[in-house]
């Protein structure tokens, strides 16, 4: 298996503009996580689905974060429109059962 | 106060040495632990899982002490591709089931 696939690995975008991620994950695995990280606040959760479906998203920042699982084998993350202090490594992260999670490689995202 | 707080760090050790990371967690209801492994940007890898009883895995061992809601992992004979940032991880039920991250340790194993 491919494990957790991510796009891009890098995206550097200037404020204001819609950044789009990309998730593949682990074929077989029902959970989906996305996770942000920063150097001052860590490892963040902000979404997971089941299934497919948003189970929690209280994590999310604000509204200008969404995320969607259109079937199994694809996840987006979307800001719009995005600033600066949303500069981070975003990751991917599928689990069946959910509390053994594969991590994708992340995106860098640079806000500029 | 932080749902999972870990040793500060950095740690520095010299080859062969034996190290200890310590982490506690606040929440009772939490019922699953873990050590992930995340080398310098790269992403996070699970370690090992950590049981009531203490578990090994070769070099590593993990322990669980639930009264004091404290987890530990030991790492023995250290080597040079020990060096990464340890993260202590629980899953907490009543949360729908997802991991808390520690803001992890950072090991540092020198010749």
């Known amino acids: 298996d491919a494990g957790v696939i991510q796009s891009p690995r890098h995206e550097v975008t200037e404020m204001g503009q819609e950044v789009t991620l990309r998730c593949k994950p682990i074929s077989g695995h029902d959970y989906l996580f996305w996770y942000r990280q920063t150097m001052m606040r860590g490892l963040e959760l902000l979404i997971y689905?089941?299934?497919?479906?948003?189970?929690?998203d209280s994590g999310m920042p604000e509204d200008r974060f969404s995320a969607k699982m259109p079937n199994a084998s694809f996840s987006t993350l979307k800001i719009q429109p995005s600033e600066p202090r949303d500069s981070a490594v975003y990751f991917c992260?599928?689990?069946?059962?959910?509390?053994?999670?594969?991590f994708g490689p992340g995106t860098r995202l640079t806000v500029l | 106060r932080k749902e999972v707080e870990q040793d500060p760090g950095p740690f520095n050790v010299p080859e062969g040495a034996t190290v200890a990371f310590n982490c506690t967690y606040s929440?009772?209801?939490?019922?699953?632990f873990f050590w992930y492994r995340q080398d310098c940007r790269k992403e996070p890898k699970l370690l090992m899982s950590?049981?009531?009883s203490g578990n090994e895995d070769g070099r590593f061992t993990a322990q669980l002490n639930r009264a004091s809601q404290y987890i530990s992992l030991l790492i023995r004979d250290s080597k040079l591709s020990d060096s990464a940032t340890y993260l202590c991880v629980v899953n907490v039920y009543n949360q729908g089931g997802k991991l808390i991250f520690g803001q992890g340790t950072e090991l540092s194993v020198k010749p």
């Open positions: 950590v049981y009531s």
């Open positions: 689905f089941n299934n497919n479906v948003p189970i929690d």
């Open positions: 929440n009772s209801a939490s019922q699953s």
């Open positions: 992260a599928s689990g069946q059962p959910p509390d053994t999670q594969y």
